[in-house]
C-alpha cells in the first residue's frame, strides 16, 4: 500500500514549457486535491475532484488545468509554465469529509 | 470565509520542554479541525483531527489538542519536546465541500 505518490519529485522547466505532474492513489479514495505550497502561506487549494471525471476550481486555479480520468489518478497541467509558478506541489486524498492524506511533493522551478 | 490564523511564525523551545502552538479558525458552522507536521522535503503527516464529541483529542507522537468552540482555538499542545519534533505545524479546517483551509504554518525549533 503506497498511498499517495507524486511524479517527478522534481523538475526545472523554462518559461513557456508545459508539463504535466502526476498523482496516485491506491486507497480507494474518491476525493483528490492539488495543491501549492509557498513559504509564509501555508498550502493553496489549485483544483479538486470529487470522482472520477469531475474537477473542479480551489482557490488558485489560474494557469492550472487538471484531469481525473481514472479514479486512482490525478494529473496536474502547465501549459506555459512561468515564474509566479515556482513552488512545491502537494496531491491529496481523501474519503469524502474525513482527513487529506498527501503525498512527497513536487519541486518546480521555473526559470 | 473560512481562514485559519496561527499568529507564531516561529517558535523556539527547548527540549523536554511543553510546547503549545496556537491555532484560530473562523467558520461558521462546526468545524472539522487538523492539525499536521511536515519534516523538512516531506509530505504533510496529520497529527490529530477533531470532528465532534469530545474536544480534548489525542494524536499520535505524544500530541494532545483542545478545541475550544468560544475562543475559535484548536491549540497543539505537547508536555516535553523531543529533538525530532522539529518541525513546521500546519493547522487546518474543513471549509465544506471537502475543502481544507491551512494556516500559514508555525516552524519549531527545538534547542539542545
Known amino acids: 500500500n503506497a498511498g499517495v505518490t507524486q511524479t517527478p519529485k522534481f523538475r526545472v522547466l523554462k518559461t513557456g514549457q508545459s508539463m504535466t505532474l502526476l498523482c496516485a492513489q491506491d486507497?480507494?479514495?474518491?476525493?483528490m486535491y492539488w495543491y501549492r505550497q509557498d513559504p509564509g502561506m501555508g498550502l493553496r487549494l489549485i483544483h479538486y475532484s470529487v470522482g472520477e471525471g469531475t474537477t473542479a476550481k480551489g482557490e488558485v486555479p489560474d494557469g492550472y488545468n487538471v484531469s481525473r480520468l481514472k479514479k486512482q489518478n490525478f494529473l496536474l497541467g502547465l501549459e506555459s509554465a512561468a515564474p509566479s509558478q515556482t513552488s512545491v506541489y502537494f496531491c491529496?486524498?481523501?474519503?469524502?469529509?474525513?482527513?487529506?492524506?498527501f503525498g512527497p511533493g513536487t519541486r518546480l522551478t521555473v526559470t | 470565509a473560512q481562514s485559519v490564523t496561527q499568529p507564531d511564525i516561529h517558535i523556539t523551545v527547548s527540549e523536554g520542554a511543553s510546547l503549545e502552538l496556537r491555532c484560530n479558525y473562523s467558520y461558521g458552522a462546526t468545524p472539522y479541525l487538523f492539525w499536521y507536521v511536515q519534516s523538512p522535503g516531506q509530505g504533510l503527516q496529520l497529527l490529530l483531527k477533531y470532528f465532534s464529541g469530545d474536544t480534548l483529542v489525542q494524536g499520535i507522537k505524544g500530541f494532545e489538542a483542545e478545541f475550544k468552540r468560544s475562543q475559535s482555538s484548536f491549540n497543539l499542545r505537547k508536555p516535553s519536546v523531543h529533538w525530532s519534533d522539529a518541525a513546521e505545524y500546519f493547522c487546518a479546517v474543513g471549509a465544506g465541500g471537502n475543502k481544507l483551509v491551512f494556516g500559514a504554518g508555525t516552524i519549531l525549533r527545538v534547542k539542545s
Open positions: 486507497m480507494n479514495h474518491e476525493y
Open positions: 491529496a486524498s481523501s474519503l469524502g469529509s474525513k482527513e487529506q492524506y
